[in-house]
C-alpha cells in the first residue's frame, strides 16, 4: 500500500479538526495511483506538505485525520494534471 499524506489548510482549525491540523491521507493500492493524486495535491493551494509514504502514517491527539482511498476520490483527483 501507499499513503498520499497531505495537511488541508481550509479544513484544518474547525468543525471536527477544532483546534487541530487536518490531515488528509489516501490510501492507493499503487505508486501509480498515489503519484496521480499527489500531482493534483501539488497544485491545490489549500494543501501543503504533500508526501507518498509506504507504510502507514499515525499522528498525535492535535491532528484531525481523514481518510479516503483511491476509489472514494473524484474525477478531477484521477484526471491528467
Given amino acids: 500500500m501507499y499513503y498520499l499524506t497531505m495537511t488541508d489548510r481550509f479544513m484544518s482549525g474547525w468543525g471536527p479538526a477544532t483546534g487541530k491540523t487536518n490531515k488528509l491521507v489516501i490510501e ?3 505508486s501509480e495511483q498515489a503519484e496521480i493524486l499527489k500531482d493534483h495535491a501539488d497544485i491545490r ?7 507518498v509514504l509506504q507504510s502507514k502514517p499515525y499522528y498525535d491527539d492535535n491532528v484531525f485525520v481523514s481518510w479516503k ?9 484521477k484526471d491528467a494534471a
Avoid at 45 to 51: G, H, L, R
Avoid at 69 to 77: A, K
Fill in 28 to 30: 492507493c493500492e499503487t
Fill in 45 to 51: 493551494p489549500e494543501m501543503e506538505c504533500v508526501n
Fill in 69 to 77: 482511498t483511491w476509489d472514494d476520490m473524484g474525477g478531477l483527483w
